[in-house]
């Protein structure tokens, strides 16, 4: 997966015409998790990417758009504690604790979440 660069979550999201077009087992709707993003911006993430979308054209056929489960979340250092709430609540199956946030750069860190 390294090297992957994500598309932005909420762009994906919103024109995505699959009902339940991200972790389906835990927000049930595309509109809950437009939702999750938008809390996860609200507490500080500078940018929020849905991981590789499961794209095969018998999905978008079958469900209106692609799938995913997983997100790369990026926000600054001072905002790890506000990111890391809206995380804990989300309840990820993965990448939802403060030992796997990795530092980016001097200031900026990277939180990859997983539903399975």
Known sequence: MSGYKGSEALSWLRSNKNKCAFAGNRFETTANAIEAVKRLYAAGATEVAV???????????????????MLDVMFPKKKTEQVLAVVKSLRPDLGGKKKNVIKRDEGD???????D
């Open 51 to 69: 991981g590789p979308p499961l794209e095969e054209p018998e999905r978008i056929q079958k469900y209106g758009g692609p799938y995913a489960d």
């Open 109 to 115: 860190r990277k939180l990859m979440l997983w539903w």
